[in-house]
């Protein structure tokens, strides 16, 4: 079992920033690679960002591509997701999700309860 906790959202102006952390305990975390995904009211939950186990692959939606990034740091059982430059579009509940290997549509074997994320206009 992993234990997904996730922290850092809030309200924030477009064109700010926030640093979305997720927590892991439970099994070891180095063996999983991570995902974000969001979902907005009325809509699908649709993916964000993942990064492989090692750390040294990372993949973006287009929409989040050269605003978002996600890291997970050497040693630490968390992982990252800086965001810049946000946008009303952006405002949804963030989930953080682990599984085997990267899966860009879901299908992560564990799931955090989300951080509500509201960029203002």
């Known amino acids: 079992q992993v234990q997904l906790v996730e922290s850092g959202g809030g309200l924030v102006q477009a064109g700010g920033s926030l640093r979305l952390s997720c927590a892991a305990s439970?099994?070891?975390?180095?063996?999983?690679?991570m995902g974000w995904f969001r979902q907005a009211p009325g809509k699908e939950r649709e993916f964000v960002a993942a990064i492989s186990w090692s750390g040294d692959t990372s993949y973006y939606a287009d929409s989040v591509k050269g605003r978002f990034t996600i890291s997970r740091p050497y040693g630490r059982n968390t992982v990252y997701l800086q965001m810049n430059s946000l946008k009303p579009e952006d405002t949804a509940v963030y989930y953080c999700?682990?599984?085997?290997?990267?899966?860009?549509?879901?299908?992560?074997?564990?799931w955090g309860q989300g951080t509500q994320v509201t960029v203002s206009s």
């Open positions: 999700a682990a599984g085997p290997v990267v899966r860009l549509s879901g299908g992560y074997d564990y």
């Open positions: 439970g099994q070891t975390f180095s063996n999983y690679a």
